[in-house]
């Protein structure tokens, strides 16, 4: 994994004047402010996420304002981000995992939702887990545990005290295998239902069992597509149990992901807080990007939020609508109109400098900026998603 160390940043966002509180004399006062509860390590999304949302209210015994600073040293290291494919043969399907033969239920093709792949190079291994969901029945659920060991090269796959070749099922891999890296899929790998799977427990081993084929990682090493990923062939054993109906089954299957290298961006940050009297607390926090904020196509940052101009948390940043868009841009009395009420209200806004409810750009005042916003829709019924 590549490292790199970028910035070091120091901000201060509240100050005080340092002098002596209304409510306690500096030589009786040799308590620092008291950190509420705060998490230790935060995910943020991708861009360039507001740190200092997350950390933590501070309190002190005088009720002296508190002077705030904080330290940010940022790094990045490049990750691996897993996808799904989207064929199989002929049928345009997204997929990464497959189980065959499941005459029990209508289940075969299940699309990745969310992935993580950790390698632990001292142990030659690498843990592959997460959750996927049916293609034919969304509320079906199988979380992903496996556990993937023994991990070789091709010159010590192919010199194994038994038969062992690669698999190449769409011819793309003759130039390739002898990069790949080789492992089997451990014993204590399991798939668990959620939803209406909830109940399931099956057990997995590496197929097939004499382990002539490994589960493979490298440049189209799942035989599916020109495309850096993993995959391999697995057995499972177990309770299947669909809309409460048990079942013990006994299927084959076959695990694989597309890889995209995305840069993780960590941001390890000190923060202090210091009294009128010049008693401080430090606190550490780390945030990490959020993995599931980018593109997994490209590794391009999706910022999620209200992309509709028209709502008034419409968010300029956000590329990707949650349904979350509330209200309407400029319909002050929430009438579902922009009308002359609405203007009046705002004229009472107008010069605002600060907090301003009448900021429809966001930029921190409300000017003529704003105005040509509100007359611009001035009229307008609002939808807004």
Sequence with gaps: MKTTLITLAFLTFTFSS?????????????????????????FVDCGEPN????????????????????????????????????????????????????????????????????????????HVYGRTIS?????AILDFDVHLIEASSWDEWSNLDRPTSY?????????????????????NSTLTGQGSLEGT?????????????GYQEGFAAHGFSAQNGSGGWFYCSGDLEYENEVSQIIAAGDLVFNYQTCT????????????????????TQQFKTDLSSFDPENCACQIQGCTNPEASNYN???????????????????????????LLTFIGFYGCEADCEGDLNQDGNVITSDLLIFLSNFGKNCNPD
């Design 316 to 342: 300029p940043e956000a590329s990707v609508q949650q349904g979350t868009c509330v209200g309407c841009l400029g319909d002050f009395d929430e009438n579902g109109n922009r009308d002359t009420a609405d």
């Design 135 to 139: 293609t034919s029945d969304p509320s």
């Design 264 to 283: 993780q961006t960590t941001y390890d940050v000190q923060i202090t807080a210091t009294d009128d009297c010049g008693n401080s607390t430090l606190v």
């Design 18 to 42: 340092f002098c002596q509180s209304d409510t306690c004399l500096c030589e009786d006062d040799l308590a620092a402010p008291v950190a509420g509860e705060f998490q230790d390590l935060v």
């Design 201 to 213: 427990l099956l057990t997995m081993a590496h197929a097939p069992s004499s382990d002539y084929f």
């Design 167 to 187: 698999r190449d099922d769409s011819g793309l891999g003759a130039d390739h295998y002898e990069d790949w890296t080789y492992y089997l899929i451990g014993s």
């Design 51 to 126: 740190l200092e949302s997350h950390f933590p209210n501070f309190t002190d015994n005088c009720d002296s304002d508190l002077e705030i600073t904080s330290v940010v040293n940022t790094s990045t290291a490049e990750t691996t981000v897993l996808e799904s494919l989207n064929s199989f043969g002929n049928l345009e399907v997204n997929w990464s995992l497959l189980i065959f033969d499941l005459d029990e239920v209508d289940l075969q093709f299940f699309e990745l939702d969310s992935a993580s792949i950790d390698y632990d190079e001292e142990n030659n291994s690498a």
